[in-house]
């Protein structure tokens, strides 16, 4: 019922910011909690920062540190990592997902295909 797409990943230096942008199809767009996930070489899958269906509950991982903003517009479809003072760690493959339990299930509903970012020193 929902299909995302990333874009606005990129090689940017350290210090830098990007802005993510998660583009959902499907009308049960606006039910779901949004996040944002990453995967670095060589290193698991991670929680990035999650949105409920409303915006009014968010989380961030404690490496965000608040240069990541996470952010979602339900009238476009889309949900945002706004990403400042970038560090070469922050380097991986970063994935928009979906799910409609707001994320308290061990399973995801919906992964979008990744998009990457990469940091340099």
């Known amino acids: 019922q929902v299909q995302l797409v990333e874009s606005g990943g990129g090689l940017v230096q350290a210090g830098g910011s990007l802005r993510l942008s998660c583009a959902a199809s499907?009308?049960?767009?606006?039910?779901?909690?949004m996040g944002w996930f990453r995967q670095a070489p060589g290193k698991e899958r991670e929680f990035v920062a999650t949105?409920?269906?409303?915006?009014?509950?968010?989380n961030y991982a404690g490496f965000v540190k608040g240069r990541f903003t996470i952010s979602r517009d339900n009238a476009k479809n889309t949900v945002y990592l706004q990403m400042n003072n970038l560090k070469p760690e922050d380097t991986a493959v970063y994935y928009c997902?979906?799910?409609?339990?707001?994320?308290?299930?061990?399973?995801?509903?919906?992964w979008g295909q990744g998009t990457q970012v990469t940091v340099s020193s």
């Open positions: 499907g009308r049960t767009f606006s039910s779901y909690a």
């Open positions: 997902a979906a799910d409609s339990s707001g994320f308290a299930g061990r399973i995801t509903d919906y």
């Open positions: 949105i409920s269906w409303s915006g009014g509950r968010i």
